[in-house]
Nanobody, 124 residues
Framework: QVQLVESGGGLVQAGGSLRLSCAASERTFGSYPMGWFRQAPGKEREVVAVISRGGGSTYYANFVKGRFTISRDNVKNTVYLQMDSLKPEDTATYYC?????????????????WGQGTQVTVSS
């Protein structure tokens, strides 16, 4: 499995921005579609954004469209999530994940390698 380490979480006021990073251990990072997920207390984990191997295709959940941007750098083995116009309801633990699916944008259930998560707290 791919080893993933997230960073960049923290406390921010509503309307602010954060940039999450997820560093992968493998040189074959570019062969994996990547995703960002989040889980708030008492709620199920939900997909936030997904990016294809080369970065040419992306998917966003409706609740982050126009506010969040997923990107990746296959040289640095890192995937990013730029989060702008943050809202209190974005408060959650954010996880990155890798998929071995052949699909360009895998379904949520196709992600098998997970990071430890990074906490994002948005105050009102």
């Amino acid at each position: 499995q791919v080893q993933l380490v997230e960073s960049g979480g923290g406390l921010v006021q509503a309307g602010g921005s954060l940039r999450l990073s997820c560093a992968a251990s493998e040189r074959t990072f570019g062969s994996y579609p990547m995703g960002w997920f989040r889980q708030a207390p008492g709620k199920e984990r939900e997909v936030v954004a997904v990016i294809s191997r080369g970065g040419g295709s992306t998917y966003y959940a409706n609740f982050v469209k126009g506010r969040f941007t997923i990107s990746r750098d296959n040289v640095k083995n890192t995937v990013y999530l730029q989060m702008d116009s943050l809202k209190p309801e974005d408060t959650a633990t954010y996880y990155c994940a890798a998929s071995t699916s052949r699909r360009a944008l895998p379904a949520a259930g196709d992600f098998g390698s997970w990071g430890q998560g990074t906490q994002v707290t948005v105050s009102s």
